[in-house]
């Protein structure tokens, strides 16, 4: 008999709480006001998501121009630029915002020092959604800067009074570097207390941590385009296990797997449990398996949805 090889699940994994509230802005959209509704930019990176809403009535669009006046128009969980807020205004588009509460928390920080008198630092990658929208809600002097040596080239003065942020789905431990270096290189610096990072960023990332001193082999579901999904993958790939980003079990490659005991799986913060179940039937086609979870952190953060939203809700359930 083929001894069973063992699963094991990270835990915590997959969905957090903006991810969660972001989704559910979209689904009692529908529900309050019927399809079509749009979203702008994916609601969350996770394809299976988008296409699920998409299903059930809801329009992605890159670009406001492409909803029609008037719309019920939702912004991403990854925020947006000023510039976006004033044009949804100025066509009269009904906006919901589905931006993570943490990274408004990171545009009314950057907004705060600017009017301090200070340049902001954002640090985080360029191109990613939540930093062009931080970046555009900053009217005042802000510079991105992705790495220590991007730091080291800023042509500002070392007594420039400056202030650093962060991308959310960057933790603790992934802007350590950076921010050493910016204190070495600025006399007059601040930067928001270390509390204020995602909660859900660090523990994914020290549950990934754990899970590499067990696997022989990580998996880790999510989509190629999630900054935390990619992070993870990097984080067990540096403690020496090989580690495979995938969106679900269609992309899994046997040969990844074969050798091992033990295989590892965790999920990025859009990633849905039903996609990990996914992998493991996958695994399950491959090989009997033995599923656990390792001990770690139970989340229990729930964030407010959207005013407009939570009196639907109430209506609907009769209590207004
Ligand atoms: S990863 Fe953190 S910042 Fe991003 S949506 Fe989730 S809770 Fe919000």
């Not at 079509?36 to 930019?41: D, K, S």
């Not at 062009?132 to 992705?146: D, R």
């Not at 990934?208 to 790939?237: F, H, T």
């Not at 859009?270 to 996609?275: I, N, Y």
Request: charged share 25%; net charge neutral.
């Amino acid at each position: 008999m083929i001894a069973a090889k063992k699963v094991i699940l990270a835990q915590p994994r997959g969905f957090c709480a903006g991810v969660i509230r972001a989704i559910d802005i979209v689904e009692q959209a529908l529900g309050k006001f019927g399809a079509p509704v749009y979203v702008r930019h994916e609601i969350v990176h996770n394809r299976h998501v988008v296409e699920r809403l998409r299903e059930k009535g809801a329009r992605f669009v890159e670009h406001l121009s492409e909803v029609p006046a008037g719309a019920i128009t939702i912004f991403s969980a990854h925020g947006v630029a000023r510039q976006v807020e004033v044009e949804a205004r100025e066509r009269g588009l009904r906006v919901l915002d589905a931006t993570c509460p943490l990274v408004a928390k990171v545009h009314g920080q950057g907004k705060r020092y600017v009017a301090k008198g200070r340049v902001v630092i954002l640090v985080g990658h360029a191109g990613h959604p939540e930093v062009e929208g931080t970046m555009g809600q900053i009217s005042g002097p802000a510079v991105l800067v992705q790495t220590e040596g991007d730091v080291e080239a800023l042509d500002l003065e070392p007594d420039t009074p400056v202030a650093y942020i962060t991308q959310t789905t960057l933790s603790v431990d992934d802007t350590r570097a950076v921010i050493a270096t910016l204190k070495r290189r600025f006399t007059d610096i601040v930067g928001p207390d270390v509390n204020d990072i995602c909660y859900a960023t660090q523990n994914r990332q020290s549950a990934v941590r754990e899970l590499a001193k067990v696997a022989d082999v990580i998996l880790v579901v999510g989509a190629k385009n999630s900054s935390n999904s990619n992070r993870l993958r990097e984080i067990g790939a540096d403690a020496g296990v090989p580690s495979y980003l995938i969106a679900d079990g269609g992309e899994l490659n046997p040969a990844w797997v074969r050798d091992a005991r033990v295989v590892g799986i965790t999920a990025g913060a859009s990633a849905p449990e039903e996609l990990v179940d996914n992998v493991i039937a996958t695994l399950r086609g491959l090989t009997p398996v033995e599923v656990s979870v390792l001990p770690g952190i139970e989340e229990k953060v729930e964030f407010r949805l959207p005013v407009e939203l939570v009196r639907a809700k109430r209506t609907a359930a009769g209590t207004v």
